[in-house]
């Protein structure tokens, strides 16, 4: 499918002029573990809070050795207020125990392995795969999910079945960088309720799904 590949690259060039989601910011430093953390803070969480709260915590420790040198009340501050931030101080610890004392303080490189922890999802786990090793994956988040199918480019229901969708359309090259593409685009562009269509890069090609208002 030619068309899904063409769009993504005009889609691409329209989200090259807006910031790219953290957890790609934080990848650029080449850290599975950084960006497994980062990951974990974003979740339900505004970026310029997981900016501010992976730097604090990052600075206190950004390594499984370090992590576990810090009491759950001080995580807690380091990365509060990130959307809950007790729960997720205390994943943060679980895993960072489980990576010493299983994989030598070493990020597993394989998807059923990263699902073994505690807090990480297929969302997760194919951003690390991504972001963190550059290993072929798709990390779809509701970002990806939504547009893909608001685009017209598949009909699912969950973002299991859009992640296989999205692997048979696309050449596995591509792959890694859909999450950073449509992420950036959908907090921009084609965001959830009422979006800017007038000035989408691609709308003359979208399906406009769902889509019962727009500006």
């Known amino acids: 499918m030619k068309r899904p590949v063409k769009t993504l690259k005009l889609i691409e060039r329209q989200a090259a002029h807006f910031k790219v989601p953290v957890v790609t910011v934080v990848s650029q430093k080449n850290d599975p573990f950084r960006v497994l953390v980062s990951c974990i803070l974003s979740l339900r969480t505004k970026d310029k809070t997981t900016v501010e709260a992976s730097a604090r915590l990052f600075k206190a420790a950004d390594t499984p050795q370090k992590m576990l040198r810090l009491p759950v009340r001080i995580i807690e501050r380091l990365i509060y207020p990130v959307g809950f931030y007790r729960n997720k101080?205390?994943?943060?610890?679980?895993?960072s125990r489980k990576l010493m004392d299983e994989f030598g303080a070493k990020v597993p490189r394989t998807l059923l392995e990263l699902l073994e922890f505690k807090g990480v999802g297929r969302k997760?786990?194919?951003?690390?795969?991504?972001?963190?090793?550059?290993?072929?994956a798709i990390c779809?988040?509701?970002?990806v999910h939504r547009i893909s199918n608001r685009l017209g480019w598949i009909k699912t229901r969950v973002p299991e079945e859009t992640e296989e969708a999205l692997m048979s359309i696309f050449p596995r090259k591509k792959w890694i960088e859909i999450n950073t593409i449509?992420?950036?685009?959908?907090?921009?562009?084609?965001?959830?309720?009422?979006?800017f269509c007038s000035r989408c890069a691609v709308g003359k090609v979208c399906k406009r799904v769902g889509v019962s208002r727009s500006r």
Not at 124 to 136: K, R, S
Not at 140 to 143: P, S
Not at 182 to 195: A, R
């Open 89 to 95: 101080a205390r994943v943060l610890l679980g895993l």
């Open 124 to 136: 997760t786990a194919n951003l690390v795969l991504g972001l963190g090793y550059n290993i072929p």
């Open 182 to 195: 449509l992420v950036t685009f959908g907090q921009n562009i084609c965001v959830p309720i009422s979006p």
């Open 140 to 143: 779809v988040d509701t970002h």
